[in-house]
């Protein structure tokens, strides 16, 4: 039977999913958090073997940056021969959660953005976000209810107007046939998945160059329909599936550790 190490935070609210059955008829799986104390993580990977090792997202609880990179250090040393899910060797391979930097990658599938800071040309309809969030968090209507000494960890974004919002997974780059359908975030409702649908084609032909462009093994595309055609919203490298697993009974979990 494989092993594997998943490194997660507290709020990982899909954590349950790596324990369903198909899954633990084949792997042993280990939990720890991003606060561990990094003598004790090193102790246990000298101690045990793990065939992969899995990285979630850091940031959907508080976190220090300094005891981030502290334990990843710790885990590439002494990983042996794990294979290192999304191939994350240094702090910066978190960062593509980071909505500016994914923007400098990204920018022909992504809206317009510019940092909160700069100041730039706002226009009327737009809408601001944090930088680095997750769950539909840190986002703003009206850049006055910002705090401006927090401005250079926010952008700004001309506003769409959606006919459709889709999360579309893709395992070891394959974006698998179900899409999740999205209720997106307004000023008086929060994200919230509503379905799944077939994965449109002209979708996927949309999708597939943005999937290839990333090497995560699995990640969620936010993607909207407009009247001018599909827009990027975001990319989650680390991404919650509960909902759509109980609309589907697809484990994107499942489909990545088959593909091992």
């Known amino acids: 039977m494989k092993k594997i190490l998943i490194v997660t935070t507290v709020s990982d609210r899909s954590l349950p999913l ?21 003598q004790e993580l090193q102790a246990m990977l000298e101690r045990e073997s793990f065939d992969a090792i899995y990285c979630r997202d850091p ?8 005891r981030l990179r502290a334990v990843l250090e710790t885990l590439i040393k002494y990983s042996k021969d794990a ?38 040309g706002v226009e009327r309809d737009y809408i601001v976000k944090e930088r680095i ?27 769409l107007v959606l006919e459709k919002e889709y999360r579309v997974f893709a395992v070891r780059n394959k974006i698998l046939p179900l899409a999740g359908v ?16 077939p994965v449109p084609e002209d979708l996927i032909a949309y999708a ?25 919203i975001e990319i989650n490298r680390s991404p919650l599936f509960n909902s759509y697993y109980r609309y589907s009974g697809v484990n994107p979990l499942e489909r990545l550790l088959n593909s091992l």
């Open 18 to 38: 790596f324990f369903v059955p198909n899954i633990k008829r084949d792997w042993l799986v280990d939990v720890i958090h991003y606060d561990t104390i990094v």
């Open 83 to 120: 294979y290192i899910v999304d191939g994350i060797e240094k702090l910066d391979d978190f960062m593509i959660e980071d909505k500016w930097l994914q923007y400098q990658v990204y920018k022909d599938f992504m809206p317009n953005t510019q940092l909160l800071s700069d100041g730039l």
């Open 133 to 159: 969030s997750s769950r539909g968090k840190g986002i703003y209507f009206d850049v006055g209810n910002v705090p401006q000494e927090d401005a250079a960890d926010y952008i700004i974004q001309n506003k």
């Open 182 to 197: 999205k209720r997106s975030k307004t000023d008086n409702t929060t994200v919230k998945v509503l379905g799944v649908t």
């Open 208 to 232: 597939q160059p943005i999937v290839d462009a990333n090497k995560g093994d699995l990640i969620g595309l936010d993607i909207a329909k407009t009247d001018s055609g599909y827009v990027l």
């Open 59 to 66: 940031f959907n609880a508080e976190y220090d940056l300094e």
